[in-house]
């Protein structure tokens, strides 16, 4: 009988605690986006036509332009116009690389959270752009001084301050223009044809309609994002033109996020 008191009374064992994995850490996850956007063939040789385009832009300049021409901001301008081409087309393939390379199953599944997972592309895309814009003003510098030592002129600095911010600005604009585009079609060819319509076909529309309807041409800084994403370039914008700047990123840029996101999380990862 004591015996059996002695079992009924015995407290049992606790269970031994389950085992809790810590989540990744987001810096992790952006620098495998980061290093994702340059392991593909098409990601190498994308970054390095970005290279070899500020290369020859720079040779254009000294081999081609007149003397007075040979200054650090056209060596800046000649170098970025690609770059705002190339560098967009970076952003579309490190979202659309999911589906088109059929990798999206693995990654949401070691990162089951797909807004974790964009917002680190994001990121990643934010990070690219200010980089390469360092590349392309050293690119320039190191171009501006070679260009004034070949022709025998003084060398000109006059890139204003405030372009310091301002274009830097505009590349993180664009590129993620181009992240709206993966994230709202997930197809490459889909994205990367809607982004070179946009780029290269819409401006010279716009253009043509501005110049021959008056009420578009009223409203074009409104709703043109490439017109109003240009004044960055040139100027340091005036208050109604970062009006215009912001009313347009809303339109191009803040609503196919916001559409791509939602369709992202109802889509099915195959």
Same mark, same amino acid.
């Given at each position: 009988?004591?015996? *059996?008191?002695?079992?009924? %009374? ?9 085992? %809790?994995?810590?989540? *990744? ?6 620098? #495998? ?15 390095? /036509? ?20 040979? %200054? ?17 087309? #970076? ?11 059929? /990798? ?23 990070? #690219?752009?200010?980089? /390469? ?7 320039? +510098?190191?171009?501006?001084? *070679? ?42 060819? +889909?994205?990367? #044809? ?16 501005? +110049? ?59």
């Amino acid at each position: 009988m004591t015996a *059996i008191a002695v079992e009924k %009374t015995r407290t049992p064992s606790p269970r031994p605690a389950g085992r %809790t994995t810590a989540p *990744i850490p987001m810096t992790r996850v952006v620098g #495998v986006e980061l290093r994702k956007m340059f392991d593909t063939r098409s990601g190498f040789w994308l970054m390095a /036509s970005i290279v070899i385009t500020a290369v020859l832009a720079s040779a254009a300049v000294v081999l081609f332009a007149p003397d007075d021409a040979v %200054t650090y901001n056209n060596f800046a301008a000649a170098i970025g116009v690609p770059m705002t081409i190339i560098l967009p087309i #970076v952003a579309i393939l490190s979202v659309t690389s999911e589906w088109s390379q059929r /990798s999206g199953l693995t990654t949401f599944t070691l990162v089951p959270n797909r807004g974790r997972v964009m917002a680190a592309k994001g990121v990643a895309t934010v990070l #690219v752009a200010i980089v /390469s814009i360092g590349v392309a003003f050293g690119v320039g +510098a190191v171009g501006n001084l *070679i260009g004034s030592t070949v022709n025998g002129t003084d060398t000109v600095w006059d890139m204003e301050s405030t372009q310091l911010w301002a274009i830097p600005l505009a590349n993180v604009l664009g590129m993620l223009l181009g992240f709206a585009f993966g994230l709202l079609l997930r197809s490459s060819a +889909a994205a990367i #044809v809607a982004y070179l319509v946009y780029a290269l076909v819409l401006p010279p529309l716009a253009e043509l309609l501005s +110049a021959t309807q008056s009420w578009f041409a009223d409203v074009r800084p409104w709703v043109d994002f490439n017109y109003a994403h240009a004044v960055l370039f040139d100027q340091t914008p005036s208050a109604e033109q970062w009006a215009n700047l912001a009313t347009s990123t809303g339109l191009w840029l803040v609503l196919p996020l916001v559409a791509g996101m939602v369709l992202l999380r109802r889509a099915e990862v195959k």
